[in-house]
T-cell receptor, first 115, second 112 residues
């Protein structure tokens, strides 16, 4: 398995632009997580899904952020409009619910820079 | 409300055992101890977890005290590639995902 695949690896955009980050979880995993990492705040859980359904989105910072999981093999995290304070590394992770729900496999991350 | 306490940094000579401590004095009976690490510029990586018995896998060993209030992650023969931030996390393992919350961890520096 190729692991959790994220794209793009790097994104530089200007304030006000829409940003879409993509994630392909490991096949067969039924949990998907989105995390954000900054120097100031460390690793923060934004939202997680179970069987494509959002379970907890309490970490989503504000209405500018939205996440979807249209099917078991794809998820997006969208920021619209983007702001400089959104600059961070965004990680996607997945896990297998049965017996391993908290054993997460992380992707390589998407580094976002908003100018 | 931090559930775990870890030293901010540690050094270890290559080839020696790295022993990373974690205090979790308020752990409850159904909570597991998980360890993850994050190598610079990479996503976090799962290492090991346990409830009360000592655990060992190909990466590390986990020693949990009898009262479960603390644990130690042991990397038996540390290499330069083990330089990373190590996170100790306590949470339920009921079969559904918990909100895995990463604290500040211990920054392990392995040196020649």
């Amino acid at each position: 398995d190729a692991g959790v695949i994220q794209s793009p690896r790097h994104e530089v955009t200007e304030m006000g632009q829409e940003v879409t980050l993509r994630c392909k979880p490991i096949s067969g995993h039924d949990y998907l997580f989105w995390y954000r990492q900054t120097m100031m705040r460390g690793l923060e859980l934004l939202i997680y899904f179970n069987n494509n359904v959002p379970i907890d989105d309490s970490g989503m910072p504000e209405d500018r952020f939205s996440a979807k999981m249209p099917n078991a093999s794809f998820s997006t995290l969208k920021i619209q409009p983007s702001e400089p304070r959104d600059s961070a590394v965004y990680f996607c992770a997945s896990s297998l619910g049965t017996g391993g729900a908290n054993v997460l496999t992380f992707g390589a991350g998407s580094r976002l820079t908003v100018l | 409300d931090a559930k775990t306490t870890q030293p901010p940094s540690m050094d270890c000579a290559e080839g020696r055992a790295a022993n990373l401590p974690c205090n979790h004095s308020t752990i409850s009976g159904n909570e597991y101890v998980y360890w993850y690490r994050q190598i610079h510029s990479q996503g976090p990586q799962y290492i090991i977890h346990g409830l009360k018995n000592n655990e060992t896998n190909e990466m590390a060993s986990l020693i949990i005290t009898e009262d479960r209030k603390s644990s130690t992650l042991i990397l038996p023969h540390a290499t330069l590639r083990d330089t990373a931030v190590y996170y100790c996390i306590v949470l339920d393992n009921t079969g559904t995902a918990s909100k895995l919350t990463f604290g500040t961890g211990t920054r392990l520096q392995v040196t020649l």
